[in-house]
């Protein structure tokens, strides 16, 4: 079969690429008018042993704080104690570094291996280093600011050389700016592969301008009203305090808390058990906590009526933003709302930090409205190099839109049922015996 003049040319600029040997990528840096592109050379080589990784932290995270853009999820903490705990094992490192002409770390596509399936319907996919079974947002390539978008196109470039090891480019949580989906998307163009990209998740955010005071003005005067009303209660009956552990002595106690409250918390309206209440989960967070602490990466917040931690928030912090990761409150002080008065708690402790952002991270859950209207989305991209590949992403994409479908008709359905007179008092016994349908994670308080 006749390749396309685009394939041919990906093929000509990129070499087979080893471990032994890195591989040369030019990239166009933007001409001024009139001038020729001028030409950047960047060794690009592959880090598939977890010695060598562990080694990277520092050069990693030093990238991370000049990068075109920054996650907290990006740190080396969090990819090293995921990989640590999760990845090793059942999956094979495969992170690219890119140097400039000084040997200077300028680039890294953190991603690993694993195979799905089996026989001939196994497939080799690279996914985002850190991921799964948890779940991190705006993810990227991670690269120098300074000439970003040519760093990247050598990065993918580099991924090209190794289509043979590879069946599929599965990401998820692509920040919305992300410069390596499009270039992804060129590299799927220019050699003939499928390659979607789809919004994926919602992340409420607020944007920390101004004072808190200001700040709280511009929530509804209902709910303004009901954070200061839930906050004099709570002081009126208990002898209240916030404990924010950042140390790496601090935050293994008050991790453990967390656990205990979350696990609370969602337990309060289902039998069922959220996936983060599992220990190898627990395992993972207790490692990257540890050395995200070390970092001044870690908020955890406790709330204290009379000595007992009664809600918590974990929170990560990274470029000037908090991460909301994880709430949890003790169900015995729903009433009184522990976990708005502490959410308040914490976001006012973004303004005395002087933070430009507090991010709610994944989910629509209609407490997060309650303090802003502003939402952004994360990028699913997927890329099939093989056959194998693409009839595994078309079935995956068929079972999505059959599940959208689904969960829209039952939507019109409960609301049907709900408007009967007697809907209310069935959904709800329905819901008993059956131990919660499908149940969606509890509100915050």
Request: net charge positive; proline share 4%.
């Given at each position: 079969?006749?390749?396309?003049?685009?394939?041919?040319?990906?093929?000509?600029?990129?070499?087979?690429?080893?471990?032994?040997?890195?591989?040369?990528?030019?990239s166009?840096?933007?001409?001024?008018?009139?001038?020729?592109?001028?030409?950047?050379?960047?060794?690009?080589?592959r880090?598939?042993?977890?010695?060598?990784?562990?080694?990277?932290?520092?050069?990693?995270?030093?990238?991370?704080?000049?990068?075109?853009?920054q996650?907290?999820?990006?740190?080396?903490?969090?990819?090293?104690?995921?990989?640590?705990?999760?990845?090793?094992?059942?999956?094979?490192?495969?992170?690219l570094?890119?140097?400039?002409?000084?040997?200077r770390?300028?680039?890294?596509?953190?991603?690993?291996?694993?195979?799905?399936?089996?026989?001939?319907?196994?497939?080799?996919?690279?996914?985002?280093?850190?991921?799964?079974?948890?779940?991190?947002?705006?993810?990227?390539?991670?690269?120098?600011?300074?000439?970003?978008?040519?760093?990247?196109?050598?990065?993918?470039?580099?991924?090209?050389?190794?289509?043979?090891?590879?069946?599929?480019?599965?990401?998820?949580?692509?920040?919305?700016?992300?410069?390596?989906?499009?270039?992804?998307a060129?590299?799927?163009?220019?050699?003939?592969?499928?390659?979607?990209?789809?919004?994926?998740?919602?992340?409420?955010?607020?944007?920390?301008?101004?004072?808190?005071?200001?700040?709280?003005?511009?929530?509804?005067?209902?709910h303004?009203?009901?954070?200061?009303?839930?906050?004099?209660?709570?002081?009126?009956?208990?002898?209240?305090?916030?404990?924010?552990?950042?140390?790496?002595?601090?935050?293994?106690?008050?991790l453990?808390?967390?656990?205990?409250?979350?696990?609370?918390?969602?337990?309060?309206?289902?039998?069922?058990?959220?996936?983060?209440?599992?220990p190898?989960?627990?395992a993972?967070?207790?490692?990257?906590?540890?050395?995200?602490?070390?970092?001044?990466a870690?908020?955890?917040?406790?709330l204290?009526?009379?000595?007992?931690?009664?809600?918590?928030?974990?929170?990560?912090?990274?470029?000037?933003?908090?991460y909301?990761?994880?709430?949890?409150?003790?169900?015995?002080?729903?009433?009184?709302?522990?976990?708005?008065?502490?959410?308040?708690?914490?976001?006012?402790?973004?303004?005395?930090?002087?933070?430009?952002?507090?991010?709610?991270?994944r989910?629509?859950?209609?407490?997060?409205?309650?303090?802003?209207?502003?939402t952004?989305?994360?990028?699913?991209?997927?890329?099939?190099?093989?056959?194998?590949?693409?009839?595994?992403?078309?079935?995956?994409?068929?079972?999505?839109?059959?599940?959208?479908?689904?969960?829209?008709?039952?939507?019109?359905?409960?609301?049907?049922?709900?408007?009967?007179?007697?809907?209310?008092k069935?959904?709800?016994?329905?819901?008993?015996?059956?131990?919660?349908?499908?149940?969606?994670?509890?509100?915050?308080?």
């Amino acid at each position: 079969m006749t390749e396309s003049s685009g394939q041919q040319q990906l093929l000509r600029n990129t070499p087979l690429f080893r471990e032994d040997l890195p591989f040369t990528a030019r990239s166009a840096a933007a001409p001024a008018a009139g001038a020729p592109p001028a030409r950047t050379a960047y060794a690009v080589s592959r880090c598939g042993n977890t010695s060598q990784f562990e080694a990277l932290g520092a050069e990693w995270n030093a990238l991370l704080e000049r990068a075109h853009h920054q996650s907290v999820f990006l740190k080396h903490q969090w990819m090293s104690a995921w990989w640590e705990r999760i990845g090793a094992g059942s999956r094979d490192l495969f992170v690219l570094l890119a140097r400039d002409g000084h040997g200077r770390l300028v680039g890294i596509l953190p991603l690993c291996r694993q195979t799905h399936g089996r026989g001939l319907f196994a497939r080799r996919a690279l996914h985002f280093l850190g991921s799964w079974p948890e779940a991190p947002e705006h993810l990227d390539a991670i690269v120098d600011a300074t000439g970003a978008a040519g760093i990247v196109e050598a990065l993918v470039a580099a991924l090209g050389g190794m289509r043979g090891e590879f069946d599929a480019i599965e990401l998820l949580d692509l920040t919305e700016k992300s410069l390596l989906q499009p270039a992804l998307a060129r590299l799927a163009a220019a050699a003939g592969y499928a390659c979607r990209t789809r919004a994926w998740q919602v992340c409420p955010y607020i944007g920390l301008a101004g004072t808190y005071d200001k700040y709280l003005m511009t929530l509804t005067q209902k709910h303004r009203y009901k954070v200061r009303l839930f906050g004099k209660r709570l002081a009126a009956a208990h002898k209240v305090e916030m404990e924010v552990a950042t140390e790496p002595a601090q935050v293994g106690a008050a991790l453990e808390e967390m656990f205990r409250l979350h696990a609370m918390r969602w337990t309060l309206k289902t039998d069922d058990v959220s996936g983060f209440d599992d220990p190898a989960v627990h395992a993972f967070h207790r490692l990257a906590a540890e050395k995200l602490a070390a970092d001044g990466a870690i908020r955890i917040f406790l709330l204290r009526c009379d000595g007992k931690a009664v809600a918590a928030c974990y929170c990560l912090v990274q470029g000037g933003r908090m991460y909301f990761f994880q709430p949890g409150f003790d169900p015995e002080f729903r009433k009184l709302h522990v976990g708005k008065v502490l959410l308040g708690r914490v976001i006012e402790r973004c303004y005395e930090e002087r933070l430009v952002e507090f991010d709610f991270l994944r989910g629509t859950e209609d407490y997060k409205f309650d303090w802003t209207e502003r939402t952004r989305p994360t990028l699913a991209c997927d890329v099939a190099l093989t056959a194998r590949a693409r009839v595994a992403h078309a079935l995956a994409e068929a079972q999505r839109q059959g599940h959208a479908r689904w969960m829209e008709h039952r939507g019109r359905l409960v609301a049907r049922v709900k408007a009967h007179p007697t809907g209310a008092k069935l959904l709800a016994a329905l819901k008993k015996r059956r131990g919660g349908m499908a149940a969606p994670e509890p509100a915050e308080d």
